[in-house]
Each structure stands twice: as structure tokens, then as C-alpha cells.
């Protein structure tokens, strides 16, 4: 079962990505909403040791997909509000296999200032496009999704190997993602246009993700 959840995803990714590219509106809301549940699929069939905490962030990214479609503040900062909880349970999720005693946390504290240096120099550069009430609930949500990668860093860093750099690298992929979705959103003068890199690294990252979780 595992393999037909893997070829519905990556059917359902391959026409997303293609309707976005094309800015076929319609095909891309038909497709977007296979992608997440084909993920849950993929997990669920593919270990023994499914965490809750995993399905529980895959449904929220699903809730998210599903209220980014509709146009408007309101339903964006929904799914913002989706994400956001998709992110802390990814972070749970993630903390099963982090050895915290041999971490500093002066080390933690670092890492988490690199994100939010990051974070502000993109909100610098979006500010003058942003409506005011959005502007610290958006630094806020991205600095969750820093912290999201934090975990997913200090996770490898206890504990090298493959399925971590995974999704380590699905981790930054969603970064990235969100990073993109905030200019095609609100800088209309941007280099991105469309929505294909803001869904590429998307899919990539939560397929990533989840399957260095399995």
C-alpha cells in the first residue's frame, strides 16, 4: 500500500506543480488537497512505529493547504495559524530521537538567533508591501518554522544519520517555502510570479520530512 500512496503523491505533485506554473487556478486547487493525505498514507503504511505527534502535523499542513486556496487576509492567516501547528508537532515528533543532555544550550540559543536574523532580514524586505496587522504575526509563524528546523538540526547533530539529514534538509526546504509564499503573496514586484517553487519545496519538504521520520 505504501507504494500506491507514493505514486498518488507524486501524481498529485507533478500536476499541482504543473497548474501552478501554468497559473491554472482551478486544476490547482483540485490537485492540492491529494498531496498531504497520499503523505499520511505513505507514513502509515511504511512502519510499525507510527507518532501520532507526525499524523497530527501532516493533518494541520493538510488544514493549512486547504485554507491557503481561498483568497483574502482571513483564510491566509488561518492556514497560518495551521502551519504553525503543524510546525510544533513536527518539532515533537522530532524530539523522540534528540539526546538533549548533549546539547548546550548556549548552542540552542545560537542557533535559534541565526534563524531570527534570517527572519528579519526577509521581513526587512518585505515590510513595505505587508498590511500592518500582518507584519508580527508573519515574523512570528516563520520564526516558529526557524524553531521547527532548529529541532530538526539538533536532532541530527545527536544522531548522524540519513533519515535525519532527510529531514533536515525537508526542514530548510519548508523554510524556504514559506520564505517564497510571503513575496508571491504580497510583493507583486518579486522575481517569483507563480506559485511552482513556493509548491516544489513544499512537497519536497513534507515528503522529506516524513520520510525521515519513518
Given amino acids: 500500500m505504501k507504494y500506491f500512496f507514493i505514486v498518488i503523491f507524486w501524481i498529485a505533485t507533478i500536476i499541482h506543480l504543473i497548474a501552478s506554473s501554468k497559473k491554472d487556478t482551478k486544476l490547482r486547487n483540485y490537485s492540492k488537497p491529494f498531496i498531504i493525505p497520499s503523505l499520511i498514507g505513505m507514513y502509515i503504511f511504511s512502519t510499525d512505529h507510527v507518532l501520532w505527534s507526525t499524523i497530527i502535523a501532516l493533518i494541520f499542513s493538510w488544514i493549512g493547504d486547504l485554507f491557503l486556496v481561498g483568497k483574502g487576509v482571513k483564510w491566509f492567516s488561518i492556514g497560518g495559524i495551521s502551519f504553525m501547528i503543524s510546525h510544533l508537532f513536527f518539532i515533537i515528533s522530532y524530539s523522540y530521537e534528540i539526546a538533549f543532555k548533549e546539547i548546550d544550550f548556549l ?27 500582518l507584519l508580527i504575526p508573519m515574523f512570528f509563524y516563520l520564526s516558529i518554522n526557524g524553531l521547527m528546523n532548529c529541532f530538526s538540526i539538533l536532532r541530527l547533530y545527536t544522531n548522524m544519520n540519513m533519515p535525519n539529514f532527510l529531514t533536515f534538509v525537508g526542514a530548510t526546504l519548508f523554510f524556504i517555502s514559506d520564505s517564497i509564499l510571503f513575496f508571491v503573496r504580497f510583493n507583486k514586484n518579486s522575481r517569483f510570479k507563480t506559485h511552482f517553487w513556493v509548491m516544489l519545496t513544499y512537497s519536497l519538504a513534507e515528503f522529506l520530512i516524513v520520510f525521515g521520520l519513518i
Fill in 107 to 133: 548552542y540552542f540559543i545560537a542557533l535559534f538567533s541565526f534563524y531570527l536574523v534570517f527572519v528579519t532580514f526577509i521581513f526587512n524586505e518585505l515590510k513595505p508591501f505587508l498590511p500592518d496587522k
